[in-house]
């Protein structure tokens, strides 16, 4: 008895073969714009935060965090009043668990404020996973309140100033160092 040995003929590997490349082509679309999004969703938040402290500024004249009568104005006993330099005080605090330091007093002012969502101190979060945190100091020659993002990819940070600054990400408002970027509020 003869065996015969069936094989895939060369029209059923081509046409195997196409199919492979059309999912892969979708996939890597699907993510392409995903990774668009993302970044869309970045600059939308960078933007409400700004678009935050102007309002809270508007309303109390004063800096949200750095507000000295934050208590009145806020009609609340336990959050804490700023010292009202005009600056951001208490340095990077990533993971805030109260409102001692003006770094993190700046959520919770914008917060009961009703200007963003969520309560208490805690940081918001970036679309890339980071926490936001909001500081005063120095970037490459420039002396500002800088909201800075953590775990931003170098790209998406190079797209963001290229498309809303200089394109230059170690100078004018938004700038890149290490996997932080620095956007300028005030």
Partial sequence: MKQTKKAFTLVELAIVLVIIGILLGAVLKSQSLIGNAKEKRLHSLIQELQAGVLTYYDKYNALPGDDPQAQT???NNSTKNGNGNGHIDGGYQWNCADNSKESCAIWEHLRLADILSGNGVT???????????AIYRTLNGITANWFVLSNIPKKVAQDIDQKYDDGKTDNGDIQYLGNNLYVKFD
């Fill in 73 to 75: 104005h806020l009609d």
């Fill in 123 to 133: 940081n918001p979060h970036n679309p890339y996973g980071g926490s936001i945190t």
